[in-house]
């Protein structure tokens, strides 16, 4: 049964960041608010978490993970980033925008896009989601959380206790800023491309 963390938004207790980022190291899957709705988080290491989470979602293996970062130095450690795309990304973040990036050689060829070795980074402007990676001192892998026939994202931590509790680890219920997801930016291309509208405004 997974466990359930109330976590404040704005002050986030460290004793249950501590707890949560221990279920994440052994492999585990967590409910997480960011500020695009929540997300299914893991660590790259584990690949049978990943595999979990894309039966959670109902997706094959081609279906792309993001990175959630700290901050523009991490995206650069994972991602390869020239001038106009570093100026870009400091005016964007933190923020619900994913960016597609050539991936550095840091990324497990399993998580690129197997054509264009791109990945999705993004940095969330959410204070529980950054308290979580702080104290992993790494990234984390995640997908939106959208259930097969579902129209949106779940968005309430004890719905998706209910839904969940026997298929992932923990749920960190906390506020969220939006419910929707973020807006995608291929910045391969000059000028960058939308991929994707979301919650975050583009141009």
Not at 139 to 152: K, N
Not at 173 to 199: C, F, K, W
């Amino acid at each position: 049964m997974a466990q359930y963390f109330v976590i404040h938004a704005q002050n986030p207790q460290a004793r249950l960041i501590q707890q949560a980022v221990q279920l994440l190291k052994q492999g585990g899957i967590l409910a997480c608010p960011t500020d695009s709705s929540y997300a299914l988080v893991c660590l790259m290491e584990f690949k049978e978490a990943q595999t979990r989470i894309r039966r959670l979602r109902g997706v094959d293996d081609e279906h792309p993970f993001t990175l959630i970062c700290r901050d523009l130095a991490e995206i650069g450690t994972y991602a390869k980033v020239n001038n106009s795309q570093f100026r870009l990304l400091k005016a964007l973040t933190p923020g619900a925008y994913t960016f597609l990036l050539e991936a550095s050689r840091e990324v497990p060829r399993r998580l690129q896009h197997p054509k264009r070795s791109t990945i999705g980074l993004r940095v969330p402007k959410h204070i529980v989601t950054q308290s979580l990676l702080e104290a992993l001192d790494s990234p984390m892998l995640s997908m939106t959380l959208q259930l097969p026939g579902d129209e949106a994202p779940l968005s309430v931590g004890w719905e998706i206790r209910e839904a969940l509790e026997h298929q992932i680890d923990a749920v960190i219920d906390s506020d969220i800023v939006h419910v929707g997801a973020t807006t995608v930016l291929d910045l391969t291309e000059d000028p960058p491309s939308l991929i994707r509208a979301g919650v975050a405004p583009w141009p």
